[in-house]
Protein backbone atom coordinates (compact mmCIF):
# COMPACT_ATOMS: atom_id res chain seq x y z
CA UNK A 1 0.00 0.00 0.00
CA UNK A 2 1.53 3.38 -0.89
CA UNK A 3 -0.09 6.77 -1.24
CA UNK A 4 1.35 10.14 -3.10
CA UNK A 5 0.72 13.24 -2.26
CA UNK A 6 0.55 16.35 -5.07
CA UNK A 7 -0.70 19.51 -6.52
CA UNK A 8 -0.99 17.79 -9.84
CA UNK A 9 -5.20 18.96 -11.17
CA UNK A 10 -4.97 15.24 -13.12
CA UNK A 11 -7.60 12.43 -12.67
CA UNK A 12 -5.62 9.62 -10.25
CA UNK A 13 -5.14 6.97 -12.82
CA UNK A 14 -3.26 9.68 -14.68
CA UNK A 15 -1.65 10.56 -11.90
CA UNK A 16 -0.32 7.20 -10.96
CA UNK A 17 0.51 6.52 -14.81
CA UNK A 18 2.78 9.40 -14.85
CA UNK A 19 4.79 9.05 -11.65
CA UNK A 20 5.30 5.11 -12.83
CA UNK A 21 6.70 6.55 -16.65
CA UNK A 22 9.10 9.08 -14.55
CA UNK A 23 9.77 6.48 -12.23
CA UNK A 24 14.23 5.81 -12.05
CA UNK A 25 15.13 8.95 -13.23
CA UNK A 26 15.15 10.34 -9.56
CA UNK A 27 17.40 7.82 -8.97
CA UNK A 28 19.55 8.65 -11.83
CA UNK A 29 19.64 11.94 -10.53
CA UNK A 30 20.51 11.11 -6.92
CA UNK A 31 23.07 8.91 -7.84
CA UNK A 32 24.89 12.32 -10.55
CA UNK A 33 25.02 13.99 -7.43
CA UNK A 34 26.28 11.58 -4.56
CA UNK A 35 28.85 9.60 -7.17
CA UNK A 36 29.96 12.35 -9.54
CA UNK A 37 29.34 15.72 -7.85
CA UNK A 38 30.31 14.92 -4.37
CA UNK A 39 27.05 15.43 -2.75
CA UNK A 40 26.95 11.99 -1.25
CA UNK A 41 29.66 13.29 2.03
CA UNK A 42 29.02 16.41 3.40
CA UNK A 43 32.33 18.45 3.96
CA UNK A 44 31.16 19.85 7.19
CA UNK A 45 29.03 19.06 10.36
CA UNK A 46 27.59 22.54 10.29
CA UNK A 47 24.73 22.78 9.42
CA UNK A 48 25.33 26.29 7.10
CA UNK A 49 28.43 25.20 5.53
CA UNK A 50 26.84 21.79 4.27
CA UNK A 51 23.70 23.64 3.10
CA UNK A 52 26.33 26.04 1.32
CA UNK A 53 28.40 22.63 0.01
CA UNK A 54 24.66 21.12 -0.92
CA UNK A 55 23.96 24.60 -3.17
CA UNK A 56 26.53 24.68 -5.10
CA UNK A 57 26.31 20.95 -5.97
CA UNK A 58 22.57 21.08 -7.20
CA UNK A 59 24.24 24.43 -9.05
CA UNK A 60 27.01 22.26 -10.79
CA UNK A 61 23.98 19.90 -11.43
CA UNK A 62 22.13 22.01 -13.29
CA UNK A 63 24.67 23.83 -15.07
CA UNK A 64 25.87 20.16 -16.51
CA UNK A 65 22.67 19.53 -17.67
CA UNK A 66 21.89 22.63 -19.81
CA UNK A 67 25.51 22.69 -20.88
CA UNK A 68 25.23 18.77 -21.78
CA UNK A 69 21.55 19.66 -23.31
CA UNK A 70 21.88 23.41 -25.25
CA UNK A 71 25.95 23.25 -26.03
CA UNK A 72 26.52 19.52 -26.66
CA UNK A 73 23.72 17.83 -27.75
CA UNK A 74 23.47 14.97 -29.83
CA UNK A 75 25.30 12.10 -28.01
CA UNK A 76 26.35 14.04 -24.56
CA UNK A 77 22.96 14.52 -23.16
CA UNK A 78 23.00 11.06 -21.57
CA UNK A 79 26.52 10.94 -20.30
CA UNK A 80 27.78 11.01 -17.32
CA UNK A 81 29.99 13.58 -14.91
CA UNK A 82 33.64 11.21 -16.05
CA UNK A 83 32.55 10.75 -19.84
CA UNK A 84 32.17 14.70 -19.82
CA UNK A 85 35.92 15.05 -17.89
CA UNK A 86 37.98 11.93 -19.82
CA UNK A 87 36.66 13.55 -23.03
CA UNK A 88 36.42 17.13 -22.82
CA UNK A 89 37.62 19.04 -19.66
CA UNK A 90 40.51 16.76 -18.93
CA UNK A 91 42.33 16.70 -22.40
CA UNK A 92 46.13 17.97 -22.55
CA UNK A 93 46.27 21.09 -24.04
CA UNK A 94 47.97 24.75 -24.12
CA UNK A 95 46.11 28.17 -24.50
CA UNK A 96 48.65 30.12 -26.73
CA UNK A 97 48.83 34.10 -26.70
CA UNK A 98 49.95 34.96 -30.65
CA UNK A 99 49.77 38.06 -32.79
CA UNK A 100 47.02 39.23 -30.33
CA UNK A 101 45.07 35.88 -30.63
CA UNK A 102 44.22 33.19 -28.18
CA UNK A 103 45.43 29.74 -29.31
CA UNK A 104 43.90 26.91 -28.42
CA UNK A 105 46.78 23.91 -29.16
CA UNK A 106 44.82 20.77 -28.32
CA UNK A 107 46.78 16.85 -27.85
CA UNK A 108 43.40 15.27 -28.84
CA UNK A 109 42.13 14.59 -31.88
CA UNK A 110 40.19 16.20 -34.65
CA UNK A 111 36.81 15.29 -33.10
CA UNK A 112 37.54 17.26 -29.91
CA UNK A 113 38.54 20.05 -31.57
CA UNK A 114 35.40 20.04 -33.86
CA UNK A 115 33.29 19.46 -30.39
CA UNK A 116 35.10 22.18 -28.71
CA UNK A 117 34.12 24.77 -31.80
CA UNK A 118 30.56 23.36 -31.69
CA UNK A 119 30.26 24.48 -28.20
CA UNK A 120 31.40 27.79 -28.46
CA UNK A 121 29.73 28.36 -31.45
CA UNK A 122 26.65 27.32 -29.84
CA UNK A 123 27.48 29.39 -26.08
CA UNK A 124 27.95 32.37 -28.74
CA UNK A 125 24.82 31.64 -30.53
CA UNK A 126 22.76 31.81 -27.23
CA UNK A 127 24.71 34.34 -25.23
CA UNK A 128 23.80 36.69 -28.24
CA UNK A 129 20.12 35.87 -28.77
CA UNK A 130 18.37 35.56 -31.64
CA UNK A 131 18.76 38.80 -32.69
CA UNK A 132 22.98 38.54 -32.71
Known amino acids: MFATVTNRKDPGDQIIW???ERCGKSEEVHSVMKSDLAGGQLP???FGANAAWWALMILALNLNAAMKGLVLGGGWATKRMKALRL???GLP???VS???KLIIRLG???KALRTFITARET???LACGPAG
Request: charged fraction near 20%; proline fraction near 0%; charge should be positive.
Open 87 to 89: HLI
Open 98 to 100: HAR
Open 108 to 110: AGV
Open 18 to 20: WLR
Open 44 to 46: SGL
Open 93 to 95: GRV
Open 123 to 125: IRA
